[in-house]
């Protein structure tokens, strides 16, 4: 037989193997161990009958033989799984298909369906796949909506997210009469934490929540009042902790509740930022580069005065229409193993979206203490870019959105060379071949000393790999400068 007819009898083997296998009933708590088959049994369906209240669900695959794809979504499986809502791909080892309460579509009681297939299968390639049968187990589990622990106003608790606990956990407020004010606070938290809360029954759907914190830094405050919408009533409030992105990984977290609107006063004081002795130019940067968050975005930004003044990207603190936002929130490296953590609160004093720079002005802590006249932040001193040839190190340090597996990333430094100049309409901007990631723009570009010397921007590719573009210094305006100068040596509020 020729082997073109061979290619093709496999192919309709495929096919009708694909559509022929009846599904198997898969319940939680009782794995399911099967093979696959590249040519005839590539792929294999599953029922699942999802419970009333259920909140959380993952599907585990767990194969060593070869590439496993999960599908999944709810009502029947359809004949194509490029149809699939829900997919995970799985490459010699596991692989989980989470459906939870911000996925798309989210968890709902009912009949859903989930398939197993192969991966990467080659039937007209140079020869047989090489690993036709494929082993592999499927663990299922659900979870329900619980109360883990019910909380009283009084010292903060502390708790974590981990993957027994699907990535969430559930909190009960006993709310008395009279009370005119309910605030919980999240602190001390290496993610990007989420609140929700809801009275009267715990929430099944987060669409029924009532108040919710949804921001991209993970200090979250929830506060309701007489005043707010939904406005405060007595009795019992149910208070969800979510982590949107990592259920998978063990996030920390202390919780604090209170009976007033008052921020937490042993939270409100500012960390001071010390780089530790001795004081290498790197270590000065790292200390000074902080993370900013807006209300649509975010980046880095350095801190160039004493006072609080910061440089960033105007992209960074844009709303949108080419103009800044209203407030920021920083966060500051308090430790390089760990993210930055919530500190500061300030505003754009300056913005030039053409430049693409910004100044950022901190002017108090992050639950809104004003900063104490003797505080000083540590800054990186200007540099010249204009002395600068290529061939000379730099060095780019910020926050990269790809710079962790969570859902939160702390500091990053990645070293290059400048590698060229780059003419555009706003000026001459410097090219290199260190990493400038989305998230790390608005940080400090460094030359060898320490200096900062450019504010890294964007990056341009073709596929084939990355050239970071920095907006040098010197595209500084003449009052901005003169403003820098004016306030690098301490002085008086």
């Not at 093979?35 to 792929?43: A, C, D, F, V, W």
């Not at 009267?200 to 929540?209: D, I, R």
């Not at 590698?419 to 400038?436: E, H, P, W």
């Not at 010197?474 to 509020?493: D, F, G, H, V, Y």
Request: some cysteine; hydrophobic content about 40%.
């Amino acid at each position: 037989m020729e082997k073109g007819a061979e290619r093709v009898i496999a192919l309709l083997l495929f096919v009708g193997a694909a559509l022929s296998q009846d599904p198997i009933v898969l319940k939680p708590g009782q794995p399911f161990a099967g093979e696959l088959h590249t040519l005839t049994h590539p792929r294999q369906d599953f029922e699942v009958a999802i419970p009333e209240n259920s909140v959380y669900l993952k599907l585990r695959v767990v194969t060593r033989d070869g590439d496993v794809d999960l599908f999944g979504g709810p009502g029947d499986a359809p004949e194509d799984l490029f149809d699939a809502p829900l997919s995970a791909a799985a490459e010699l080892g596991f692989e989980d298909l989470v459906v939870d309460r911000l996925t798309d579509p989210p968890i709902a009681p009912g009949s859903w369906w989930f398939s197993v297939e192969t991966g990467d299968i080659d039937l007209f390639g140079n020869g047989d796949p090489k690993s036709p049968r494929i082993a592999y187990t499927l663990q299922l589990d659900i979870l329900g909506t619980r109360t883990d622990a019910v909380l009283a106003p009084g010292p903060a608790q502390h708790f974590t997210l981990d993957p027994a606990s699907g990535g969430f956990r559930c909190f009960r407020i006993d709310v008395p009469e009279g009370t005119s004010a309910l605030r919980v606070d999240l602190h001390r938290v290496p993610a990007n934490l989420d609140l929700f809360a809801r009275r009267g029954a715990p929430m099944v759907s987060l669409e029924t929540a009532q108040a919710r914190a949804r921001h991209e830094w993970g200090a979250e405050s929830l506060l309701i009042t007489q005043n707010t919408r939904p406005s405060l009533a007595a009795g019992t409030w149910y208070v969800d902790v979510i982590d949107a992105m990592s259920a998978n990984l063990s996030t920390p977290f202390d919780i604090r509740v209170a009976f007033s609107e008052a921020a937490p006063a042993e939270w409100s004081t500012p960390p001071v930022l010390v780089p530790r002795e001795p004081i290498k130019p790197l270590s000065r940067a790292l200390c000074s580069v902080l993370e900013v968050f807006s209300s649509v975005g975010g980046g880095s930004a350095t801190l160039v005065t004493p006072d609080g003044l910061a440089l960033t990207n105007a992209h960074v603190v844009d709303r949108g229409d080419r103009q800044p936002v209203d407030e920021l929130v920083l966060a500051a490296n308090l430790d390089s193993r760990r993210p930055a953590e919530e500190s500061f609160r300030g505003s754009v004093v300056r913005f030039d979206a053409e430049l693409d720079l910004a100044l950022i002005q901190i002017d108090r802590g992050f639950y809104g203490a004003p900063l104490a006249s003797e505080y000083r932040f540590p800054t990186v001193e200007l540099g010249s870019d204009t002395a600068l040839e290529i061939g000379d190190p730099l060095w780019i340090v910020g926050y990269p959105s790809l710079g962790g597996t969570g859902s939160r990333v702390s500091i990053h430094c990645a070293h290059g060379v400048l590698s060229g100049f780059d003419q555009q309409q706003a000026g001459v901007l410097i090219k290199t071949d260190a990493a400038v990631i989305p998230g790390n723009s608005g940080g400090a570009a460094l030359d060898d000393r320490g200096r900062l010397v450019g504010v890294p921007s964007a990056n341009l590719s073709d596929g084939s790999g990355l050239v970071g573009l920095v907006v040098p210094v010197s595209m500084l305006p003449a009052e901005w400068a003169a403003l820098i100068k004016s306030r690098q040596k301490p002085a008086t509020r």
